[in-house]
């Protein structure tokens, strides 16, 4: 079964400083990974996806992830981070053929 | 905004009501879904709705009832629900599902659902 982690609950960065939100994940074959981010009070956005090809995924809003697949990882990374990047991030994978399945959510602080 | 709309935004309803969310996607997309998003828990997905066909229900309780009628609307049917069901429901939508192509999937606003 398909699964994907995300070890930290929050992430903080001071404003203008890099960020990483990191991600973890499991499924047989190859994967689809996805980034969504989910602003108080809305659904959640689709950020970014990694189907095959260039390691490094460009997303909306300045967000990019590295696809690393030796340690199955996808982390989203930004080179400096907002106060308005402050949200909740998920990370999914999908398997083909099936639906997606998201982790459980990191919050990011960014402090002014 | 993401081309999904859901209503109402907020729902509060007793243990004997019977009350329908309602779910509209502009997008054109042939995919459908139901997530239940509780506090500290990841996304639970309910039921996917495929060219208005079933294709996933995920062991919810019969009190959850889907319907979709066309591909550009999902109602959940809900009826002698529990405390434990608050939380927010969302739906989305995608292009396509069940193939090897990655759709992405775009999020209604959710409803905010509170049964006392």
């Known amino acids: 079964a398909q699964s994907v982690a995300q070890p930290e609950d929050q992430v903080n960065v001071a404003e203008g400083n890099p960020l990483t939100v990191k991600c973890t994940y499991s499924?047989?074959?190859?994967?689809?990974l996805f980034w969504y981010v989910q602003y108080p009070n809305r659904g959640l956005q689709f950020l970014l996806k990694y189907i095959t090809g260039d390691n490094l995924v460009k997303g909306s809003y300045g967000f990019e992830a590295e696809f690393n697949k030796s340690q199955t990882s996808f982390h989203l990374k930004k080179p400096s981070a907002l106060v308005s990047d402050s949200a909740l991030y998920f990370c999914a994978v999908r398997d083909p053929r099936r639906a997606l399945t998201f982790g459980s959510g990191t919050r990011l602080q960014v402090q002014p | 905004e993401t081309g999904v709309t859901q209503t109402p935004r907020h729902l509060v309803m007793g243990m004997t009501n019977k009350k329908s969310l309602k779910c509209e996607q502009h997008l054109g997309h042939n995919a459908m879904y139901w997530y239940k998003q509780s506090a500290k828990k990841p996304l639970e997905l309910m039921f996917v709705y495929s060219l208005e066909e079933r294709v996933e229900n995920n062991s919810v309780p019969s009190r959850f009832s889907p319907e979709c009628p066309n591909s550009s609307h999902l109602f959940l049917h809900l009826h002698t629900l529990q405390p434990e069901d608050s939380a927010l429901y969302l739906c989305?939508?995608?292009?396509?599902?069940?193939?090897?192509?990655?759709?992405?999937?775009?999020f209604g606003p959710g409803t905010r659902l509170t049964v006392t």
């Open positions: 499924v047989s074959g190859n994967p689809y």
């Open positions: 989305a939508s995608s292009q396509r599902y069940g193939d090897s192509s990655p759709y992405e999937q775009y």
